[in-house]
């Protein structure tokens, strides 16, 4: 692995995102409907459109950015999939017209970022792009590093009789990275698909949040709006802008109807 920038994973990954990842939780899609409050919404990292056909198909504006022209190139070939406002781009710059009444980012693509500063970047112009009342939704892994022995891993995600699939991070707890990766092994050959993140525990994301002017509504474990806890693999976290009148101590309720 040499060098790796904002459009490797998608670049990389174009050609088997679709056969990989075709699943998608229908909480998440409902979800994401609703916080959208009928305005038009944006995604970072639109990819393929995994997420973005589905909710263009319920009738929400849905206008994305991805740094990947292959990862594009896929959601264009899609029915639908070549009206959607698309900005090629680095989402931490968010280089984009208007104003979002939801901005959103899943499946960890936020930890795509790969320092503290282009994170802060990324909630900053994200903070610039929403509208008055608008949100903005972060789907990230709740970083588990007892996971590793000496800093690392393997573990084989996938055994067929004619491929095998290994995951191997390693990890590197002074810059709150992992390098993973994902090596398929098949008759045809060896490929490599590599991974960089940088993680941050949701403490430190509501942080970041709140230098970009922003503070956390809603903290969900899972698309179902289940509670988040200790226990939680993941976090949905739904921030919106700092009103006056907010009170330090009050603690994020966990249902948009609370
Ligand atoms: C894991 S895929 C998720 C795609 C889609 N959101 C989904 O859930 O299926 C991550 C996407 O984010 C894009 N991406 C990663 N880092 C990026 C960055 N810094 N700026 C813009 N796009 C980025 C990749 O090209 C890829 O399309």
Same mark, same amino acid.
């Given at each position: 692995?040499?060098?790796?920038?904002?459009?490797?994973? /998608?670049?990389?990954?174009?050609?088997?995102?679709?056969?990989?990842?075709?699943?998608?939780?229908?909480?998440?899609?409902?979800?994401?409907?609703?916080?959208?409050?009928?305005?038009?919404?944006?995604?970072?990292?639109?990819?393929?459109?995994?997420?973005? +056909?589905?909710?263009?198909?319920? /009738?929400?504006?849905?206008?994305?950015?991805? #740094?990947?022209?292959?990862?594009?190139?896929? +959601?264009?070939?899609?029915?639908?999939?070549?009206?959607?406002?698309?900005?090629?781009?680095?989402?931490?710059?968010?280089?984009?017209?208007?104003?979002?009444?939801?901005?959103?980012?899943?499946?960890?693509?936020?930890? /795509?970022?790969?320092?503290?500063?282009?994170?802060?970047?990324?909630?900053?112009?994200?903070?610039?792009?929403?509208?008055?009342?608008?949100?903005?939704?972060?789907?990230?892994?709740?970083?588990?590093?007892?996971?590793?022995? #000496?800093?690392?891993?393997?573990?084989?995600?996938?055994?067929?009789?004619?491929?095998?699939? +290994?995951?191997?991070?390693?990890?590197?707890?002074?810059?709150?990275?992992?390098?993973?990766?994902?090596?398929?092994?098949?008759?045809? /050959?060896?490929?490599?698909?590599?991974?960089?993140?940088?993680?941050?525990?949701?403490?430190?994301?509501?942080?970041?949040?709140?230098?970009?002017?922003?503070?956390?509504?809603?903290?969900?474990?899972?698309?179902?709006? #289940?509670?988040?806890?200790?226990?939680?693999?993941?976090?949905?976290?739904?921030?919106?802008?700092?009103?006056?009148?907010?009170?330090?101590?009050?603690?994020?309720?966990?249902?948009?109807?609370?």
């Amino acid at each position: 692995m040499t060098s790796y920038d904002a459009s490797d994973y /998608g670049e990389r990954f174009a050609d088997v995102y679709d056969r990989w990842y075709r699943s998608c939780d229908p909480y998440l899609i409902n979800t994401l409907e609703e916080l959208s409050y009928g305005g038009p919404v944006l995604e970072l990292g639109i990819g393929t459109g995994r997420i973005a +056909l589905p909710l263009v198909n319920r /009738g929400v504006e849905v206008h994305g950015i991805d #740094a990947s022209p292959s990862m594009v190139a896929q +959601l264009r070939n899609k029915p639908g999939g070549d009206e959607i406002p698309v900005n090629i781009g680095n989402f931490a710059d968010v280089d984009i017209e208007g104003r979002f009444s939801l901005i959103f980012i899943v499946f960890n693509t936020f930890f /795509g970022l790969l320092s503290q500063n282009e994170q802060i970047r990324c909630f900053r112009n994200v903070a610039k792009h929403l509208s008055e009342d608008g949100i903005f939704l972060i789907e990230t892994f709740v970083p588990d590093i007892k996971r590793f022995d #000496a800093g690392e891993f393997v573990k084989a995600s996938k055994i067929k009789d004619d491929e095998i699939s +290994l995951n191997v991070p390693v990890h590197d707890l002074v810059n709150q990275r992992l390098n993973i990766q994902h090596v398929v092994i098949n008759e045809k /050959g060896i490929r490599f698909f590599p991974v960089k993140f940088r993680y941050a525990w949701h403490s430190e994301l509501d942080l970041m949040a709140r230098l970009a002017g922003l503070n956390l509504r809603y903290r969900w474990g899972k698309w179902n709006r #289940a509670p988040f806890t200790s226990a939680s693999e993941k976090h949905i976290s739904v921030y919106e802008r700092m009103r006056d009148e907010w009170n330090d101590d009050q603690p994020p309720v966990s249902n948009p109807s609370e």
